[in-house]
């Protein structure tokens, strides 16, 4: 079995690079490299890049790409159906090689392997908060302006599926992905309607779930989400976003699986794309649960999703 380390980045089509290119800027991007025809945009974090754009005249999402562990999970995951050759990365700031195999709903799923570490940008450290019983913040003031939050890296992005256990099976044979929480009737995970997974790293902290896969009739994305430093990135960003006239999905509030707190967006061409902060680490001592809950219930406080949210 290969091996995913972590999420890099997502890939999306849309008719208008330029439009896309401000509205990610202002989503706290920046422009890794640039040509007619792809758009790369980095975060501040230490992947390439977070986020390409291809021109085409549909608005349509393309697919993700995953850093796998060694060069050998290039050839482990070449050799399986649908995939293709491994080829070098000579198109995206990076570089390295790459494996690009296709879902059975048509999402394009990368490894990569050799893509370079980016320097981290310099960004502002997070700020302390005081609590009721721990005073960390003391004769420092907090100072946040209405300003772009700075995106770190791509936390997770959300698949809709046809065939939720194929895809679930597919992802954990080509990069070891495992079942933090399921959504469904209590009793059997057999029987989930949704899997939240994350990347395998044993002792090792990882993100509570980095791809969420839901069994629905139409196939698509539902969302794609970048983290932010704190909750007064997320704050300020949310109101930069709306100063700029920019449309607001659903936010701010805080997700019940995961836990994060969240901020979602639409993008110029309809996609959601979600800001969030302070998710739930997990290691091989996890358990997966099964939550059987109502649609409303997945939100714990803040802005509740309306109802084509969970469409
Ligand atoms: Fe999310």
């Known amino acids: 079995m290969s091996h995913a380390i972590e999420p890099l980045y997502v890939r999306y089509q849309v008719p208008d690079l330029v439009r896309m290119e401000s509205f990610l800027r202002d989503f706290g991007m920046q422009t890794a490299q640039q040509s007619a025809t792809q758009l790369f945009m980095r975060g501040s974090g230490s992947t390439p890049y977070v986020y390409e754009a291809v021109a085409g005249t549909e608005a349509r999402f393309l697919g993700a790409g995953f850093r796998v562990a060694e060069r050998a999970d290039l050839e ?10 491994i080829e070098a990365i000579d198109d995206a700031p990076g570089g390295g ?3 690009r195999m296709r879902m059975a709903d048509g999402f394009e799923i990368d490894a990569v392997h050799g893509a370079a570490v980016a320097t981290p940008l310099e960004t502002r450290d997070a700020i302390a908060l005081n609590t009721a019983r721990t005073k960390p913040r003391t004769n420092q003031f907090v100072r946040i302006a209405q300003a772009i939050a700075p995106v770190t890296k791509l936390g997770h992005f959300v698949l809709h599926v046809r065939d939720h256990r194929a895809a679930v099976a597919w992802l954990h044979q080509r990069f070891g992905l495992i079942a933090s929480d399921y959504m469904g009737p209590p009793g059997d995970p057999d029987q989930a309607a949704g899997t939240f997974l994350r990347v395998d790293r044993g002792q090792q902290m ?17 969302h794609c989400s970048f983290e932010v430093e704190d909750v007064d990135a997320v704050m300020a960003g949310h109101d930069y976003l709306l100063q700029r006239g920019y449309t607001l999905d659903c936010g701010v509030g805080r997700h019940l699986l995961g836990s994060q707190i969240f901020d979602y967006w639409r993008d110029p061409f309809g996609f959601r794309i979600e800001h969030y902060t302070d998710g739930d680490m997990v290691n091989h001592l996890h358990q997966p649960a099964i939550f059987s809950g109502t649609a409303d219930e997945t939100t714990q406080w803040g802005a509740r999703p309306p109802k084509d949210f969970f469409e």
């Open 76 to 85: 482990r995951v070449a050799a399986l159906e649908g995939s293709g050759p």
């Open 97 to 99: 090689h790459r494996v």
């Open 206 to 222: 990882v993100d509570h779930h980095c791809l969420l896969v839901l069994g629905t009739e139409t196939p698509g994305v539902h």
